[in-house]
């Protein structure tokens, strides 16, 4: 699992905990999506760094 960082239309930036997977039936591989965790500018409110704090929690 990982923290990806999705860029909004917007501007702001999405925190996600996303997982890597392989298809069974193709063969390829995806991404599922865990937990979202919300914007990056209201979660800066709450903890110093979020990036760092949920790419621990992510691991």
């Known amino acids: 699992m990982f923290l ?25 591989p995806k991404q599922r999506k865990v937990k979202s965790l919300g914007f990056l500018d209201e979660l800066e409110k709450e903890y110093d760094d979020p990036i760092a704090h949920f790419s621990l929690v992510a691991k």
């Open 4 to 28: 990806k960082k999705d860029k909004r239309p917007n501007g702001r930036i999405y925190l996600s905990i996303v997982e890597s997977y392989r298809d069974p039936q193709t063969k390829k």
